[in-house]
């Protein structure tokens, strides 16, 4: 078991250097797509099975697929990313060491946190009680959380309605059509 | 010693079912060409014969296949990175193999002091594992379709991307009734729940189950079809309109991995629909465990249900004509969405009504 959980960690620091550090967009995407599979395997390796589970179908499955064809859609992986300003790269920088800091506090303290007390430990792999914990103890956020999802779907529906204005503009189908309608008048 | 045999049986084990799921994805190939020729009366392996014997010509077709994919040129398109090409099918191919992984295959085998699962992983989430993996095979095409940098390439993989992450929907919810019957998301246990009978002379198989089971047999059944992307759901590699799809600059054995998935696909949905829906290993009124041969009889009474539906999808494949992109889409978000919707709301009214 520790032997596993050292490879699948060294793996998934190489993994997320990857993201940092890949020349392109789309490798790096890619390379987060492995940085998260491999946070599930730790999380088996846990015994939190479900969890695993859930990470792969949603992050790795789902919203990476999503961010993949962003990248290729719009055409963002033509060449090598350009060099990013210094300030977001200091920035960045500054706010993971406080995060790794933080959590490096976190774990030398054995500091216990409230969010996790409403399921107990030799549960959390379970769906059933992952289950009645959500529509029980956490109702309210639960509830909460479908609200702000539904609301994002009824923008995104809205953005993508607005006859007016092209989603997008120079790039989506409007402006191929209306390229295409000026052709048909400069010809005529 | 004794972990050291352990190790050794979880190698045996998996060392079997991989070789299992491969080898039955060979031979539905050869099934393929066969019902291909039969039912569309195709020239060419209707013929395929050893001295006159019809069945021989399996060897041909098993021996050919590979042999030519393995002598043609690996053909890199210029420009494209050769790591991520080859990457690509790697990426097609290896969720669907491992997820076969959770798929228990007989009863368990007991021995003096030690059990044997017939089963490699046993995951108490066996359902969502295979759902991930799914989820996760869409990035061999949508690779596939990116690195070729050919237009027909990223169109078949656009589509693809979108069929199979509409089809997961459907999937998904087709089967959460069929899950609140069983009351657990582990394979073994949902096969061990299929024993006996309903009604006194129905096998108590979860198309039994419930009077509305049938409906998410066939909701399940239609959207793993439309997964293995293969006709009447074929849009990304539609040969009259995209040449090969996502496919088109790949050769050789690169091809022949595709080719491979798509077959062991095949073979995994079909071993999906019988644990769920079909009872698994369990014979109908016969306790197959009981037997002292009982892992034995089940995995060939396994094996021989999954061999009946990878002949039906290839079946269906074979007689149905392909839809348009728009009517595939409509059927999956207008009409088998609310129907999985209305089912499962009906599964957990009659559940509730069975209580009461």
Same mark, same amino acid.
């Given at each position: 078991?520790?032997?596993?959980?050292?490879?699948?960690?060294?793996?998934?620091?190489?993994? +997320? $250097?990857? =993201? &940092?550090?890949?020349?392109?967009?789309?490798?790096?995407?890619?390379?987060? /797509?492995?940085? #998260?599979?491999? @946070?599930?395997?730790?999380?088996?390796?846990?015994?939190?099975?479900?969890?695993? +589970? $859930?990470? =792969? &179908?949603?992050?790795?499955?789902?919203?990476?697929?999503?961010?993949?064809? /962003?990248?290729? #859609?719009?055409? @963002?992986?033509?060449?090598?990313?350009?060099?990013?300003?210094?300030?977001?790269?200091?920035?960045?920088?500054?706010?993971?060491?406080?995060?790794?800091?933080?959590?490096?506090?976190?774990?030398?303290?054995?500091?216990?946190?409230?969010?996790?007390?409403?399921?107990?430990?030799?549960?959390?792999?379970?769906?059933?009680?992952?289950?009645?914990?959500?529509?029980?103890?956490?109702?309210?956020?639960?509830?909460?959380?479908?609200?702000?999802?539904?609301?994002?779907?009824?923008?995104?529906?809205?953005?993508?309605?607005?006859?007016?204005?092209?989603?997008?503009?120079?790039?989506?189908?409007?402006?191929?059509?209306?390229?295409?309608?000026?052709?048909?008048?400069?010809?005529? | 010693?004794?972990?050291?045999?352990?190790?050794?049986?979880?190698?045996?084990?998996?060392?079997?079912?991989?070789?299992?799921?491969?080898?039955?994805?060979?031979?539905?190939?050869?099934?393929?060409?066969?019902?291909?020729?039969?039912?569309?009366?195709?020239?060419?392996?209707?013929?395929?014969?050893?001295?006159?014997?019809?069945?021989?010509?399996?060897?041909?077709?098993?021996?050919?296949?590979?042999?030519?994919?393995?002598?043609?040129?690996?053909?890199?398109?210029?420009?494209?990175?050769?790591?991520?090409?080859?990457?690509?099918?790697?990426?097609?191919?290896?969720?669907?193999?491992?997820?076969?992984?959770?798929?228990?295959?007989?009863?368990?085998?007991?021995?003096?002091?030690?059990?044997?699962?017939?089963?490699?992983?046993?995951?108490?989430?066996?359902?969502?594992?295979?759902?991930?993996?799914?989820?996760?095979?869409?990035?061999?095409?949508?690779?596939?379709?990116?690195?070729?940098?050919?237009?027909?390439?990223?169109?078949?993989?656009?589509?693809?991307?979108?069929?199979?992450?509409?089809?997961?929907?459907?999937?998904?919810?087709?089967?959460?009734?069929?899950?609140?019957?069983?009351?657990?998301?582990?394979?073994?246990?949902?096969?061990?729940?299929?024993?006996?009978?309903?009604?006194?002379?129905?096998?108590?198989?979860?198309?039994?189950?419930?009077?509305?089971?049938?409906?998410?047999?066939?909701?399940?059944?239609?959207?793993?079809?439309?997964?293995?992307?293969?006709?009447?759901?074929?849009?990304?590699?539609?040969?009259?309109?995209?040449?090969?799809?996502?496919?088109?600059?790949?050769?050789?054995?690169?091809?022949?991995?595709?080719?491979?998935?798509?077959?062991?696909?095949?073979?995994?949905?079909?071993?999906?629909?019988?644990?769920?829906?079909?009872?698994?290993?369990?014979?109908?009124?016969?306790?197959?465990?009981?037997?002292?041969?009982?892992?034995?009889?089940?995995?060939?009474?396994?094996?021989?249900?999954?061999?009946?539906?990878?002949?039906?999808?290839?079946?269906?494949?074979?007689?149905?004509?392909?839809?348009?992109?728009?009517?595939?889409?409509?059927?999956?978000?207008?009409?088998?969405?609310?129907?999985?919707?209305?089912?499962?709301?009906?599964?957990?009214?009659?559940?509730?009504?069975?209580?009461?």
């Amino acid at each position: 078991m520790i032997v596993a959980m050292w490879i699948f960690g060294v793996l998934t620091v190489l993994s +997320a $250097l990857g =993201v &940092v550090f890949a020349p392109r967009p789309l490798h790096s995407a890619l390379w987060l /797509v492995g940085t #998260l599979f491999f @946070l599930a395997v730790h999380f088996a390796l846990m015994g939190a099975d479900f969890i695993a +589970a $859930l990470q =792969v &179908v949603v992050y790795a499955g789902a919203i990476m697929v999503l961010v993949v064809f /962003v990248i290729m #859609l719009l055409g @963002l992986d033509e060449g090598p990313t350009q060099n990013q300003s210094r300030l977001t790269l200091y920035s960045g920088a500054i706010f993971c060491g406080l995060f790794l800091g933080l959590l490096l506090f976190a774990f030398t303290h054995q500091l216990s946190f409230p969010i996790g007390s409403g399921v107990s430990n030799g549960s959390v792999g379970d769906p059933r009680e992952v289950g009645r914990v959500l529509v029980t103890d956490f109702l309210y956020a639960f509830e909460v959380i479908a609200l702000l999802l539904f609301a994002a779907i009824i923008g995104a529906v809205l953005l993508a309605n607005d006859r007016k204005r092209p989603l997008m503009p120079g790039r989506g189908l409007k402006a191929v059509q209306g390229s295409a309608n000026d052709a048909a008048s400069v010809e005529a | 010693m004794d972990d050291l045999l352990s190790v050794g049986i979880v190698v045996v084990k998996a060392a079997v079912v991989m070789g299992a799921v491969l080898h039955l994805a060979a031979l539905t190939t050869w099934v393929e060409r066969k019902a291909s020729a039969l039912i569309q009366n195709r020239i060419g392996a209707n013929r395929a014969a050893i001295f006159g014997f019809d069945l021989a010509g399996i060897i041909n077709t098993l021996v050919a296949d590979p042999v030519k994919a393995l002598t043609k040129e690996d053909f890199v398109p210029k420009g494209v990175s050769q790591f991520m090409h080859s990457l690509a099918p790697f990426m097609g191919m290896f969720p669907v193999i491992i997820s076969f992984a959770v798929i228990p295959f007989g009863p368990p085998i007991v021995l003096d002091d030690r059990v044997i699962t017939l089963q490699l992983a046993e995951l108490n989430v066996g359902i969502l594992y295979v759902l991930a993996m799914g989820s996760l095979a869409v990035y061999g095409t949508v690779l596939a379709g990116w690195v070729s940098k050919n237009k027909f390439s990223l169109m078949g993989s656009l589509r693809a991307s979108a069929q199979m992450i509409s089809y997961e929907i459907t999937m998904g919810i087709s089967i959460i009734g069929l899950l609140a019957l069983y009351q657990t998301l582990d394979f073994a246990s949902i096969v061990e729940q299929q024993s006996g009978t309903v009604l006194g002379f129905l096998p108590k198989w979860g198309i039994f189950m419930s009077p509305f089971n049938w409906i998410a047999f066939i909701l399940f059944f239609v959207s793993v079809m439309a997964e293995t992307k293969r006709a009447p759901f074929d849009l990304p590699e539609s040969e009259s309109e995209l040449v090969a799809g996502y496919m088109t600059e790949y050769s050789g054995m690169k091809f022949l991995l595709f080719w491979l998935g798509e077959f062991a696909e095949i073979v995994v949905a079909s071993a999906l629909v019988v644990v769920l829906f079909f009872g698994g290993w369990q014979l109908p009124y016969i306790d197959v465990s009981k037997f002292t041969l009982g892992p034995l009889i089940g995995a060939m009474v396994f094996g021989a249900k999954v061999s009946a539906f990878c002949v039906l999808q290839v079946i269906i494949r074979w007689s149905v004509p392909r839809f348009r992109y728009d009517q595939l889409l409509n059927l999956c978000w207008k009409l088998m969405l609310p129907i999985a919707l209305g089912n499962l709301v009906a599964t957990i009214a009659w559940m509730i009504w069975l209580d009461s």
